[in-house]
């Protein structure tokens, strides 16, 4: 591998004088399996003037088990330094450099570095393309034996306890398949949130290294999952696909449906008249028999 990982250099004109304008190319690379990469990967890290990586060793293995030479400079581009590197790059961009962007598994930009780049690339006019790859999110969705029609993704969850819950009670009727990255260390505590906030019959998949040695699928109810996973001694790459809420016409939707999902939309921000007036059209119900509801609730002590 050529280049320092310290700058960003413009391209050299002495051979060939550049395009007026560059490209970025966002490149998924492996989740695992590096015979994953796609075919166009070695021919990009070859071509590029500049290779971005999240970890410049980890783009050293690949590009060995890929048997490329990278043609560019490589520089770093992690969370550590994506603000302060943007710039550079989007110089080296409008001087004409094509620019790789990859980072250590998957699509750049999915809870990965790369947002800021892009959106600074757009800003300026600058081609933005992709090299299509491997996903976490779609192998552990197509694998989780759930719903597929109609998904959300939602990332990595708030590592605070609170935070945490308050984000998953937010989510907790929405009727799309969603789809979390987690941590091994927080895995056993985020389920048993989970089984909190949408009920512990939810039925859902933990999937942990995928397309690698090890590849393991776990589906169950979010209490079942969230027993196995107690010990806390689950490792590896961890994705979590969970099942949407199930649709409830109006007269399945009883006064302590009503009063949760108020109860849901106030901790997310919102007025109690106004989640009042949400719930009430989501169930297609008067705004007086949510109202009464939560009336009712808070006179019996159950809250809202």
Do not use: H
């Not at 985020?190 to 589906?219: D, N, P, Q, S, W």
């Not at 109006?250 to 007036?277: M, T």
């Amino acid at each position: 591998m050529t280049g320092s990982a310290d700058s960003v250099v413009s391209p050299s004109t002495s051979a060939e004088t550049p395009a007026a304008d560059g490209i970025l190319v966002l490149a998924g690379t492996p989740i695992g399996d590096v015979s994953d990469a796609p075919p166009r990967l070695a021919a990009e890290l070859a071509g590029a003037d500049v290779v971005a990586a999240e970890d410049t060793r980890r783009l050293r293995r690949l590009t060995q088990a890929l048997g490329v030479q990278v043609g560019g400079r490589v520089v770093s581009y992690f969370e550590g330094n994506e603000a302060a590197r943007t710039p550079e790059l989007v110089e080296a961009l409008a001087g004409g450099a094509r620019v790789l962007l990859v980072t250590d598994a998957g699509m750049p930009s999915v809870s990965d570095p790369g947002y800021r780049l892009v959106a600074a690339a757009v800003e300026r006019g600058i081609r933005v393309t992709a090299v299509p790859g491997p996903s976490a999110v779609l192998t552990a969705l197509a694998l989780s034996g759930l719903p597929v029609d109609r998904f959300c993704f939602e990332g990595f969850l708030p590592r605070k306890a609170g935070e945490r819950l308050s984000r998953l009670r937010e989510s907790a009727a929405e009727r799309r398949t969603l789809v979390y990255f987690e941590s091994p260390r927080r895995l056993d505590d985020t389920l048993v949130a989970m089984a909190e906030a949408f009920g512990g019959e939810r039925r859902a998949a933990v999937c942990r290294e995928l397309t690698k040695t090890y590849e393991e699928i776990r589906r169950g109810s979010l209490k079942e999952l969230a027993e196995w996973a107690a010990p806390g001694d689950v490792r590896g790459e961890i994705t979590v696909v969970v099942e949407g809420a199930p649709e409830k016409g109006p007269a399945e939707l009883g006064p302590d449906e009503l009063v949760r999902r108020v109860r849901v939309r106030e901790e997310a921000g919102e007025r109690r008249k106004e989640a009042i007036a949400a719930v009430a059209a989501e169930a297609g119900l008067p705004k007086r028999e949510v109202f009464d509801a939560v009336v009712a609730a808070k006179n019996a002590g159950r809250g809202a």
